[in-house]
């Protein structure tokens, strides 16, 4: 280290950003509980390096490959950071062709060369929470269980009633578009279209079928009476009375997987959240089968929707769209997400052999939108003023002293007695002064939310007993002035606080719908 | 996504790994452990992307420059990848001269285009540990704080008595080599020197002095009669009365620190765990106070120590360096951590300054070489045969069904006792097939490591009631056959005996002083 000029631009990479404090603290308290959902379905945790040759990478994201970050050829090998967790998980299951069922889980950052968007909160380096399961099994069950998990971790989030699955079929999808007479070439353009229609009129999106992509008017229209469909198992329903979609062989391997699907979202109590949504498409080719799009308030799709919850996120959305501008302020801060979802995914059951076909096994996962999660969780709970879940730490203790003329701060007499809370795992920190005023000792644990503070006095220490005084208690309160209790009990009673305060916080949290900070563990 | 060639090289880039399974978990538990340590110290989490302006790491790490990976030029910004979390830390403190004061942790990877040896645990990508403290304080106490941090994060891994922390003060050092008559241009140099006498004998070290460096012979010798001493507050008493230390201000000073050091590290609880040993010195330049390394069983330096414990690491040392040939192997993982060592670091007080000088703020910090740390616990746990420590999912309960002729399987039965078992926070699965064979579902949970079956047989199920099997008890267990339970009350009766078994666990591990997997939290 020699010295240096000091005229450095001191800023992190364009779309880039730190994490401090309460942000922090909460996006942490965010993976905690969605991975918390992963393993309690027999989630294991799969962690690939951020780069990966560049030849894995390869055609594999179509146009958006020139998104790619490439590092510099320093002699060796040619690689790239990775773009997103799927394509890792792929070229892993093509390595280990022997693992033939999996169920892995992934919370790590992916990079794209994309402007930035900093403010609508779309980042070059941003973190997906993914679950997939890999192997063969009988229809629609490990399909069903990753719908269910979604289900688990926004309710654990606090959103319940707050959010909407939409979800669709591909072999449906394709049976209409065969059904209603378009060509086979035009079959993904088509269905391009169609997955514009939760951000432009049908009017617009026929006129890019039948203008930009060539398709005859009439079929447009005959498209047009499927896809505007939403509902459930009256959906369902209504389509397998559809005699010409029922001769249609795609049509009705998706019809029958629908219903198995819902059967089973039935046995996992979780049919209710659930839009059969015929306009979804979600815009990656490798989609093989169901395909879902979780959204929710401020993030969801100005137009479409018909279900009461529906229209209520419909509206909401509209709102903020009003706000916005042009449609392109929806785009989610993850291509991959779809515009304005907070998870989406769905089966792909051709990828992995792409890279080794002797490997190949299906596929069908989710991927959770994180930073949106994020930000949507974080603006309820200033609208909530809960200061608790909004804390930049967890200390539970503040451990202070105060005495007369002469007092000698008594230092490690305030370490012994963290070590001793430490030692019972309680989260507790002290003034690293040798003489601290008691003011400034009050003031660092009020700047620091911190719940208790554990007081010594010298006369009070001399008989061994020592103070617990809750932080904030109103005048009047009486226990304002703190209890005193024995030293040698002092960490089981402030445990035995710290439990009785989270409690109350974790019932209020509930009755607010705020963020679960107590999800059940095991 | 179109038809893609397949003929990849399907690989990790070099020096880098996937990790999965047990491996992938039992990393996981060790972060969890030491993340739960740093909360419990008021830590919180700073996170930072993992590349940074190429201009913010330039002029930092002296000749390793040469291993930083630098992103492709696409245009725009030039940037590379992180090479440690300290650069980082100061960089951040710079951009914000606000803070005054932080207790910051951050567990990530880094990257170094090093030479791999990846059977000996050097990799390009790995992870580190770091807890640091920012502020001006009085002196020692947040180093003291940061050493019962190190005790803590150990002994809650199970490695109690298993590890030694060696600890000396880089202005004593200084005033050493000052008394000794080292000219103040070769201070740096012979403490590099100094720094090897963990890998090789005193002669060797004095010949590097003498012959390399130029020193004079005479003040060698004397520079030995130091850096050979080893100790803990008989040694410091030692120093105290050596009238030609004390004449010189920069060693004074450091005996006072270290004198305080050790009262603190007394009121602590922890001063038995460390050794004042003189001779060690820390490659990097930019530590200005007290400096420390730790050592362990199979990681110990093979030469210095007096000690007890030490001696005994360094027979262990001596013993797998026998095998390992030159010194080059007991090279760690991490550069920065030092040869042999699991955890690292000590008081920069000049860091934040490069960046900005007005903006200096003192830091002092620790950082754990996880990769090392995990291969030690995972040899033990191994020699332990700890299966519970080294299972590659944490499930509590598969549900499973059988049933007699024309049993259908009962998977909606399965799911929905599967539903009841998540919602209540209990891990659980169940096989993905609509008929799976009772012989398979027992397998299935046999290969987990599921501890615990849940069976629906038609005729109990129609009673309400459902069966709960411990897995892997012996003929003649009087539940061997399992116990029937009111399907109403299933949850709770496997949270009953998902605690009891894992308090058993806990037990038997504190027993083996092995991993402690349920380290006290709040």
């Known amino acids: 280290m020699g010295k240096e000029k000091n005229n450095f631009n001191l800023k992190t990479p364009k779309g880039t950003k730190d994490w401090s404090g309460s942000d922090a603290l909460l996006r942490d308290r965010i993976f905690t509980t969605i991975a918390?959902?992963?393993?309690?379905?027999?989630?294991?945790?799969?962690?690939?390096?951020?780069?990966?040759?560049?030849?894995?990478?390869?055609?594999?994201?179509?146009?958006?490959?020139?998104?790619?970050?490439?590092?510099?050829?320093?002699?060796?090998?040619?690689?790239?950071?990775?773009?997103?967790?799927?394509?890792?998980?792929?070229?892993?299951?093509?390595?280990?062709?022997d693992v033939r069922s999996m169920k892995r889980y992934h919370i790590a950052k992916v990079y794209r060369r994309d402007q930035p968007a900093v403010s609508k909160g779309r980042m070059r380096e941003f973190y997906q929470c993914d679950f997939d399961v890999a192997g063969t099994f009988d229809p629609m069950v490990p399909d069903a269980e990753v719908l269910k998990i979604v289900t688990?971790?926004?309710?654990?989030?606090?959103?319940?009633?707050?959010?909407?699955?939409?979800?669709?079929?591909?072999?449906?999808?394709?049976?209409?578009?065969?059904?209603?007479?378009?060509?086979?070439?035009k079959i993904r353009p088509i269905s391009s279209a169609v997955d514009k229609l939760d951000k432009m009129p049908w009017a617009d999106v026929r006129k890019e079928m039948v203008e930009e992509k060539g398709l005859d008017g009439a079929v447009a229209d005959k498209i047009e009476t499927y896809v505007v469909k939403k509902g459930t198992?009256?959906?369902?329903?209504?389509?397998?009375?559809?005699?010409?979609?029922?001769?249609?062989?795609?049509?009705?391997?998706?019809?029958?997987?629908?219903?198995?699907?819902?059967?089973?979202?039935?046995?996992?109590?979780?049919?209710?959240?659930?839009?059969?949504?015929?306009?979804?498409?979600?815009?990656?080719?490798?989609?093989?089968?169901?395909?879902?799009?979780?959204?929710?308030?401020g993030s969801a799709p100005a137009v479409?929707?018909?279900?009461?919850?529906?229209?209520?996120?419909?509206?909401?959305?509209?709102?903020?769209?009003?706000?916005?501008?042009?449609?392109?302020?929806?785009?989610?801060?993850d291509p991959t997400?779809?515009?304005?979802?907070v998870a989406a995914g769905g089966r792909y059951d051709n990828l992995v052999g792409m890279f080794l076909p002797k490997a190949q096994i299906p596929c069908v996962g989710v991927s959770f939108g994180v930073d949106r999660i994020f930000s949507i969780t974080k603006a309820r709970l200033e609208r909530e003023n809960n200061a608790e879940a909004l804390?930049?730490?967890e200390v539970d203790a503040f451990v202070m002293a105060f005495g007369g003329k002469g007092f000698n701060g008594m230092l490690t007499e305030r370490m012994s007695v963290c070590q001793a809370l430490w030692n019972a795992g309680v989260k507790a920190e002290f003034s690293y002064k040798v003489k601290p005023k008691l003011p400034q000792q009050f003031k660092a644990?009020?700047?620091?939310?911190?719940?208790?503070?554990?007081?010594?006095?010298?006369?009070?220490?001399?008989?061994?007993?020592?103070?617990?005084?809750?932080?904030?208690?109103?005048?009047?309160?009486?226990?304002?002035?703190?209890?005193?209790?024995?030293?040698a009990n002092l960490p089981a009673e402030v445990k035995t606080r710290v439990a009785r305060k989270q409690d109350q916080a974790s019932a209020v949290t509930q009755q607010l719908e705020g963020l679960n900070v107590n999800a059940p563990t095991n």
């Open 36 to 97: 918390d959902v992963f393993k309690r379905h027999g989630g294991t945790a799969l962690d690939t390096p951020v780069f990966e040759l560049r030849e894995i990478l390869a055609g594999k994201y179509g146009e958006d490959s020139k998104l790619i970050y490439d590092l510099q050829d320093q002699g060796g090998e040619i690689c790239s950071l990775r773009y997103d967790l799927t394509v890792p998980f792929a070229r892993w299951l093509a390595m280990n062709p």
């Open 152 to 185: 688990e971790v926004f309710e654990e989030l606090g959103w319940q009633g707050r959010y909407s699955i939409k979800i669709n079929h591909r072999k449906i999808l394709d049976g209409v578009f065969e059904v209603c007479g378009v060509p086979a070439e």
């Open 233 to 297: 198992r009256d959906l369902l329903e209504t389509l397998l009375k559809d005699e010409s979609l029922l001769a249609n062989a795609s049509a009705k391997a998706g019809l029958e997987d629908m219903g198995l699907l819902m059967d089973y979202l039935e046995a996992f109590g979780v049919l209710d959240r659930i839009s059969f949504d015929m306009s979804l498409a979600r815009g990656l080719d490798y989609y093989t089968g169901v395909i879902y799009e979780v959204v929710t308030e």
């Open 304 to 333: 479409s929707s018909s279900a009461p919850e529906a229209e209520k996120l419909q509206k909401s959305a509209k709102k903020s769209k009003s706000k916005g501008g042009n449609a392109d302020d929806d785009r989610s801060d």
């Open 337 to 341: 997400l779809g515009v304005g979802s």
């Open 391 to 393: 804390r930049s730490s």
């Open 445 to 487: 644990a009020e700047q620091g939310g911190v719940p208790f503070a554990v007081i010594l006095g010298e006369d009070e220490l001399a008989n061994g007993k020592v103070r617990i005084k809750e932080m904030g208690l109103e005048e009047g309160h009486p226990e304002k002035e703190g209890v005193l209790v024995d030293l």
